[in-house]
């Protein structure tokens, strides 16, 4: 079993910054290798969407929706990844998810594509 804690939500005024942390950790104190983090949003009545991912070996992707404002990355030593958010806007608003896939990576576009999800934090951006 794989927790994923995630920090750093909150309210915000638009073009106000926000960095959101997500830490991964097994119960059975089990290293991860490969591995890739990827961060969600899902706002109120909206579909869950791909913000980015970054993968064990140092890449990352981040969503042309979030380009330029958004950047991801990751510390491998800590199993954590980062979601930094600058110029946030009133329609960033949504509870953020990070989520992580073990062993046999996929694109990690989609969230069946992830084992193990955070519960989620929520971020307002107010106008």
């Known amino acids: 079993q794989v927790q994923l804690v995630e920090s750093g939500g909150g309210l915000v005024q638009a073009g106000g910054s926000l960095r959101l942390s997500c830490a991964a950790s097994?119960?059975?104190?089990?290293?991860?290798?490969?591995?890739?983090m990827g961060w969600f949003r899902q706002a109120p009545g909206k579909e869950r969407e791909f913000i980015g991912i970054?993968?064990?070996?140092?890449?990352?992707v981040v969503a042309n929706s979030v380009k330029g404002r958004f950047t991801i990355s990751g510390d491998n030593a800590k199993n954590t990844v980062y979601l930094q958010m600058n110029s946030l806007k009133p329609e960033d608003t949504a509870v953020y998810y990070c989520?992580?896939?073990?062993?046999?990576?996929?694109?990690?576009?989609?969230?069946?594509?992830?084992?193990?999800w955070g519960q989620g934090t929520q971020v307002t951006v107010s106008s």
């Open positions: 989520a992580v896939q073990l062993g046999f990576l996929r694109p990690g576009i989609r969230p069946s594509d992830y084992d193990y």
């Open positions: 097994a119960a059975s104190g089990r290293t991860f290798n490969n591995y890739a």
């Open positions: 970054n993968w064990s070996s140092g890449s990352t």
